[in-house]
């Protein structure tokens, strides 16, 4: 006997839909686990349920201590590649008034750039993308919030 495909939308009985995230959690973990171990690596993963509460799985090391690690490796990106506000200050071609800086994205100018200025390029560029990644998850934590609150 073969397996169904599982339409995927809220369940709407409260106790199926606390069924299924405890069975669909702990298979998570198996698999994360299983990973660990195949991969060498180490994981941490976090899981709130439906009323907030907090399940964690850890491979290897405590989470606080891979979680310290990821923070660590933030900041130095952040030193690296620079947060928005020094990548912009250092950086050659700020959003100007003249479209400089949008002829550059379009690739207009960029023949003419030394290799540094490349990179400065690159680095603000990344710096963008993390803003507009985070602002934009944001804006999707948000909407869903309000979705689910509409909900209830």
């Known amino acids: ?18 069924v299924t995230f405890s069975k669909r959690r ?3 973990f198996k698999k994360a686990h299983q990973l660990a171990v195949l991969c060498d690596l180490e ?9 907030g509460r907090p399940y964690e799985f850890s491979s290897g090391n405590s989470s606080r201590k891979i979680l310290e690690r990821y923070r660590a490796h933030l900041e130095s990106e952040k030193i690296v590649g620079g947060d928005d506000h020094t990548a912009e200050e250092h950086h050659p071609y700020p959003c100007d008034r003249d479209g400089q800086f949008l002829r550059v994205l379009e690739g207009e100018e960029i023949e003419d750039m030394s290799l540094t200025d490349l990179v400065q390029l690159e680095q603000l560029l990344y710096a963008k993308l993390g803003h507009i990644r985070n602002t934009k998850t944001r ?7 309000v979705l689910q609150e509409k909900l209830k």
């Open 1 to 18: 006997m073969g397996r169904r495909k599982v339409e995927l939308k809220r369940i709407e009985d409260k106790s199926s839909r606390q």
């Open 26 to 28: 702990s298979g998570l």
């Open 43 to 51: 994981l941490v993963l976090i899981v709130f349920s439906g009323n």
């Open 139 to 145: 804006r999707m934590i948000e909407t869903m919030s």
